[in-house]
């Protein structure tokens, strides 16, 4: 399957059929997440996978709609950071140090411009800017789920505040962004019937 054929066939899934998918192809999904590009390579977000049935049925209340939760194989979380403190600066510093086989000084220039970018930003811009990249993220595990012929839906109608609390998500440093959903299509879906509804070429792309 081509990217076309994998994106037209992709819908937001509302019902799927249960059935949990093989750990070969979620590991391919994860890894696309992964290869995300990001801000200055800060990643300012995690991904939980939600697995087990048990984790999956705590989170149903947190959805206006749960068909999707309580049918999907699993439930991926993203998170973005609020706030990016010297910690988390460091560690990334010593990671790039260590892949890159090079040393600490080698990185003073970016690490300049990483802490004068980081720092003149308040915690809702930053927040605003993690988030942007979350859906990256997102976008890419959609897509790679596409053509690995795995369905998806992504959501954003939840109570951010009763996943918060389930996962432990501090509030003052994280916010839950958005959500995707895994898995296979019921055959009782019937949106995946329904034609796709797009703007015309004419009102999309503007040739300058
Ligand atoms: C960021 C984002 C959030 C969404 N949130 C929800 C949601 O909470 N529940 C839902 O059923 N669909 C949700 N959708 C799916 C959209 O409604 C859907 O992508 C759109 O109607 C286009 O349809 P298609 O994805 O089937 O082509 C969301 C989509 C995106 C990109």
Redesign the pocket.
């Given at each position: 399957m081509n990217y076309l054929e994998a994106l037209s066939r992709?819908?937001?899934v509302?019902k799927f059929n249960k059935k949990i998918i093989p750990q070969e192809k979620l590991h391919n999904i994860l890894e696309s997440g992964k290869l995300s590009a990001s801000s200055q390579g800060l990643q300012p977000y995690k991904v939980f996978i939600v697995q087990t049935e048990e984790m999956k049925q705590k989170l149903i209340p947190a959805?206006?709609?749960p068909s999707?939760i309580s049918t999907c194989s699993h439930l991926i979380v993203i998170i973005s950071k609020k706030t990016l403190d010297e910690n988390y600066i460091n560690g990334y510093f010593r990671h790039i140090s260590e892949v890159r086989e090079t040393t600490l000084e080698n990185l003073e220039l970016f690490r300049k411009s990483i802490n004068q970018h980081i720092n003149q930003k308040t915690q809702d811009e930053i927040l605003n800017w993690a988030e942007k990249q979350s859906?990256i993220v997102?976008a890419n595990l959609m897509y790679a789920a596409a053509i690995e012929d795995i369905d998806t839906?992504?959501?954003?109608?939840?109570r951010q505040d009763i996943i918060e609390d389930i996962l432990n998500i501090n509030p003052e440093t994280e916010k839950v962004t958005?959500t995707l959903a895994l898995g296979y299509r019921s055959e009782e879906d019937h949106?995946q019937h329904?034609k796709?509804?797009r703007k015309p070429n004419e009102k999309l792309f503007k040739f300058i």
């Open positions: 992709r819908y937001s509302k959805f206006y709609n999707q859906y997102l839906c992504p959501m954003e109608g939840f958005v949106f329904m796709k509804v």
